[in-house]
Protein backbone atom coordinates (compact mmCIF):
# COMPACT_ATOMS: atom_id res chain seq x y z
CA UNK A 1 0.00 0.00 0.00
CA UNK A 2 1.36 3.45 -0.81
CA UNK A 3 1.94 5.61 2.24
CA UNK A 4 2.73 9.43 2.14
CA UNK A 5 3.87 10.58 5.66
CA UNK A 6 4.65 14.57 6.50
CA UNK A 7 6.52 15.99 8.99
CA UNK A 8 5.82 18.28 10.74
CA UNK A 9 1.94 18.22 10.90
CA UNK A 10 2.13 21.52 12.69
CA UNK A 11 4.57 24.06 12.45
CA UNK A 12 4.86 27.23 14.09
CA UNK A 13 6.97 29.75 12.75
CA UNK A 14 8.36 33.27 13.47
CA UNK A 15 8.95 35.61 10.63
CA UNK A 16 12.22 35.68 9.21
CA UNK A 17 12.90 32.07 9.97
CA UNK A 18 13.91 29.00 8.13
CA UNK A 19 12.23 25.57 8.25
CA UNK A 20 11.75 21.96 6.19
CA UNK A 21 8.96 20.20 5.68
CA UNK A 22 9.66 17.04 5.05
CA UNK A 23 7.34 14.20 2.70
CA UNK A 24 8.17 10.25 2.75
CA UNK A 25 6.86 7.94 0.44
CA UNK A 26 6.22 4.28 0.88
CA UNK A 27 6.52 3.12 -3.38
CA UNK A 28 8.50 3.94 -6.42
CA UNK A 29 6.41 6.45 -7.96
CA UNK A 30 7.34 9.15 -11.18
CA UNK A 31 5.63 11.89 -9.68
CA UNK A 32 6.06 14.25 -6.32
CA UNK A 33 3.46 17.12 -6.06
CA UNK A 34 3.04 19.90 -3.62
CA UNK A 35 -0.25 21.83 -3.23
CA UNK A 36 -1.00 24.69 -0.36
CA UNK A 37 -4.37 24.86 0.90
CA UNK A 38 -6.13 28.02 2.57
CA UNK A 39 -8.55 27.56 5.63
CA UNK A 40 -11.79 27.00 3.73
CA UNK A 41 -10.11 26.94 -0.08
CA UNK A 42 -9.92 24.08 -2.67
CA UNK A 43 -5.92 23.01 -3.16
CA UNK A 44 -3.25 25.32 -5.33
CA UNK A 45 -0.87 23.40 -7.25
CA UNK A 46 2.78 24.46 -6.22
CA UNK A 47 5.01 22.23 -7.47
CA UNK A 48 5.90 19.06 -9.51
CA UNK A 49 8.83 17.33 -9.11
CA UNK A 50 9.48 14.55 -12.20
CA UNK A 51 13.04 13.17 -11.96
CA UNK A 52 15.52 12.05 -8.97
CA UNK A 53 17.44 15.58 -8.30
CA UNK A 54 14.87 17.60 -9.15
CA UNK A 55 14.58 20.77 -7.62
CA UNK A 56 11.79 23.87 -8.21
CA UNK A 57 11.95 27.43 -6.50
CA UNK A 58 9.20 30.00 -6.28
CA UNK A 59 9.45 32.63 -3.68
CA UNK A 60 10.65 31.81 -0.42
CA UNK A 61 9.61 28.12 -1.18
CA UNK A 62 11.91 25.41 -2.89
CA UNK A 63 10.90 21.78 -2.90
CA UNK A 64 13.19 19.26 -4.24
CA UNK A 65 12.96 14.79 -4.76
CA UNK A 66 15.43 12.22 -3.95
CA UNK A 67 13.74 9.18 -5.33
CA UNK A 68 16.45 6.94 -3.86
CA UNK A 69 15.76 8.46 -0.47
CA UNK A 70 11.85 8.37 -1.85
CA UNK A 71 12.13 11.82 0.06
CA UNK A 72 11.40 15.15 -0.92
CA UNK A 73 11.28 18.56 0.86
CA UNK A 74 9.65 22.03 0.73
CA UNK A 75 12.10 24.63 2.25
CA UNK A 76 10.92 27.74 3.84
CA UNK A 77 13.15 30.85 3.62
CA UNK A 78 12.47 33.57 5.87
CA UNK A 79 8.67 33.07 6.28
CA UNK A 80 7.04 35.37 6.26
CA UNK A 81 2.81 35.95 7.12
CA UNK A 82 1.30 35.35 3.91
CA UNK A 83 3.10 31.78 4.05
CA UNK A 84 0.65 30.54 6.83
CA UNK A 85 -1.23 27.81 5.40
CA UNK A 86 -1.84 23.88 5.20
CA UNK A 87 0.75 22.29 2.87
CA UNK A 88 0.17 18.95 1.42
CA UNK A 89 2.80 16.52 -0.89
CA UNK A 90 1.20 13.99 -2.52
CA UNK A 91 2.71 11.41 -5.29
CA UNK A 92 0.62 9.35 -7.79
CA UNK A 93 0.27 5.61 -7.83
CA UNK A 94 2.02 4.97 -10.53
CA UNK A 95 1.38 2.14 -12.33
CA UNK A 96 -1.21 1.68 -10.42
CA UNK A 97 -2.80 4.46 -12.18
CA UNK A 98 -2.52 8.63 -12.16
CA UNK A 99 -4.52 9.41 -9.05
CA UNK A 100 -2.52 11.37 -6.35
CA UNK A 101 -2.25 9.95 -2.80
CA UNK A 102 -1.62 12.89 -0.04
CA UNK A 103 0.15 13.04 3.27
CA UNK A 104 -1.73 14.24 5.77
CA UNK A 105 -0.50 18.20 5.84
CA UNK A 106 1.90 20.35 7.37
CA UNK A 107 -0.22 23.20 8.82
CA UNK A 108 2.17 26.04 8.93
CA UNK A 109 2.10 29.37 11.30
CA UNK A 110 4.16 32.46 10.67
CA UNK A 111 3.40 35.04 13.35
CA UNK A 112 5.57 38.44 14.00
CA UNK B 1 -7.26 31.69 -16.17
CA UNK B 2 -9.50 28.06 -16.89
CA UNK B 3 -11.53 26.95 -13.97
CA UNK B 4 -13.33 23.85 -12.98
CA UNK B 5 -16.43 24.88 -11.63
CA UNK B 6 -18.32 22.66 -8.93
CA UNK B 7 -21.98 22.82 -8.01
CA UNK B 8 -23.68 23.57 -5.18
CA UNK B 9 -20.74 24.80 -3.40
CA UNK B 10 -22.91 23.82 -0.02
CA UNK B 11 -25.43 20.82 0.71
CA UNK B 12 -26.80 19.82 3.54
CA UNK B 13 -29.03 16.18 3.05
CA UNK B 14 -30.70 13.72 5.35
CA UNK B 15 -28.99 10.43 5.79
CA UNK B 16 -30.17 8.17 3.63
CA UNK B 17 -30.73 10.38 0.50
CA UNK B 18 -29.22 10.57 -2.85
CA UNK B 19 -27.01 13.08 -3.62
CA UNK B 20 -25.73 14.56 -6.60
CA UNK B 21 -22.68 16.76 -6.96
CA UNK B 22 -21.67 18.38 -10.17
CA UNK B 23 -17.97 19.55 -11.49
CA UNK B 24 -17.82 21.23 -15.44
CA UNK B 25 -14.24 20.72 -16.48
CA UNK B 26 -11.87 22.80 -17.74
CA UNK B 27 -12.65 22.19 -21.83
CA UNK B 28 -9.89 20.63 -23.14
CA UNK B 29 -8.74 18.28 -19.91
CA UNK B 30 -9.15 14.61 -20.66
CA UNK B 31 -8.41 12.79 -16.53
CA UNK B 32 -10.94 13.92 -13.94
CA UNK B 33 -10.96 12.87 -10.13
CA UNK B 34 -13.37 13.10 -7.50
CA UNK B 35 -11.60 13.54 -4.11
CA UNK B 36 -13.03 14.51 -0.54
CA UNK B 37 -11.55 15.72 2.47
CA UNK B 38 -13.06 15.26 6.20
CA UNK B 39 -12.88 18.26 8.22
CA UNK B 40 -9.04 18.75 9.18
CA UNK B 41 -7.89 15.71 7.28
CA UNK B 42 -6.07 14.46 4.68
CA UNK B 43 -7.00 14.81 1.01
CA UNK B 44 -8.52 11.48 -0.14
CA UNK B 45 -8.51 9.69 -3.23
CA UNK B 46 -11.67 8.23 -4.74
CA UNK B 47 -12.22 7.94 -8.41
CA UNK B 48 -10.60 8.86 -11.32
CA UNK B 49 -12.41 8.73 -15.36
CA UNK B 50 -10.68 8.87 -18.52
CA UNK B 51 -12.34 8.53 -22.25
CA UNK B 52 -15.77 7.94 -20.19
CA UNK B 53 -15.07 5.07 -17.89
CA UNK B 54 -13.69 4.91 -14.37
CA UNK B 55 -10.04 3.98 -14.77
CA UNK B 56 -9.37 3.67 -10.69
CA UNK B 57 -11.01 3.65 -8.22
CA UNK B 58 -10.05 3.62 -3.95
CA UNK B 59 -11.95 1.05 -1.38
CA UNK B 60 -14.48 4.30 -0.48
CA UNK B 61 -15.68 3.98 -3.62
CA UNK B 62 -18.37 1.48 -3.05
CA UNK B 63 -21.48 0.49 -4.35
CA UNK B 64 -22.53 3.63 -3.28
CA UNK B 65 -21.07 5.32 -5.43
CA UNK B 66 -20.80 6.38 -8.88
CA UNK B 67 -19.72 8.35 -11.52
CA UNK B 68 -20.62 9.65 -14.77
CA UNK B 69 -20.30 12.61 -17.86
CA UNK B 70 -23.96 12.54 -18.61
CA UNK B 71 -23.47 15.52 -21.28
CA UNK B 72 -20.09 15.30 -22.13
CA UNK B 73 -19.72 18.73 -19.98
CA UNK B 74 -20.79 17.77 -16.71
CA UNK B 75 -18.70 15.10 -15.19
CA UNK B 76 -20.74 14.01 -11.78
CA UNK B 77 -20.87 11.87 -8.15
CA UNK B 78 -23.90 10.51 -7.11
CA UNK B 79 -23.75 8.77 -3.38
CA UNK B 80 -27.31 6.85 -3.53
CA UNK B 81 -27.73 6.87 0.44
CA UNK B 82 -25.44 9.05 2.32
CA UNK B 83 -24.61 8.20 5.78
CA UNK B 84 -22.99 10.90 8.49
CA UNK B 85 -19.35 9.82 7.83
CA UNK B 86 -20.21 11.33 3.66
CA UNK B 87 -19.72 14.09 5.24
CA UNK B 88 -16.86 15.83 3.73
CA UNK B 89 -15.53 18.73 1.31
CA UNK B 90 -15.73 17.04 -2.23
CA UNK B 91 -13.37 18.06 -4.65
CA UNK B 92 -13.37 17.77 -8.58
CA UNK B 93 -9.55 18.21 -10.55
CA UNK B 94 -9.21 17.91 -14.33
CA UNK B 95 -5.95 17.53 -15.72
CA UNK B 96 -4.94 17.44 -19.21
CA UNK B 97 -2.03 15.02 -18.95
CA UNK B 98 -0.36 12.18 -16.19
CA UNK B 99 2.01 14.38 -14.98
CA UNK B 100 0.22 17.64 -15.05
CA UNK B 101 -0.96 18.30 -10.88
CA UNK B 102 -4.30 18.80 -11.83
CA UNK B 103 -6.96 21.53 -11.55
CA UNK B 104 -9.32 21.74 -8.68
CA UNK B 105 -12.72 22.86 -7.93
CA UNK B 106 -13.16 24.79 -5.40
CA UNK B 107 -15.15 22.06 -3.60
CA UNK B 108 -18.74 20.58 -2.44
CA UNK B 109 -19.06 20.95 1.22
CA UNK B 110 -21.73 18.00 2.00
CA UNK B 111 -23.18 17.81 5.17
CA UNK B 112 -25.22 14.94 5.91
CA UNK B 113 -27.68 15.45 9.18
Known amino acids: ELKVEQNPLFLSMQEGKNYTIYCNYSTTSDRLYWYRQDPGKSLESLFVLLSNGAVKQEGRLMASLDTKARLSTLHITAAVHDLSATYFC????????????FGKGTTLSVSS | EPEVTQTPSHQVTQMGQEVILRCVPI?????FYWYRQILGQKVEFLVSFYNNEISEKSEIFDDQFSVERPDGSNFTLKIRSTKLEDSAMYFCATTIARSDPGTFGSGTRLTVV
Open chain 2, 27 to 31: SNHLY
Open chain 1, 90 to 101: AVDRGQAGTALI
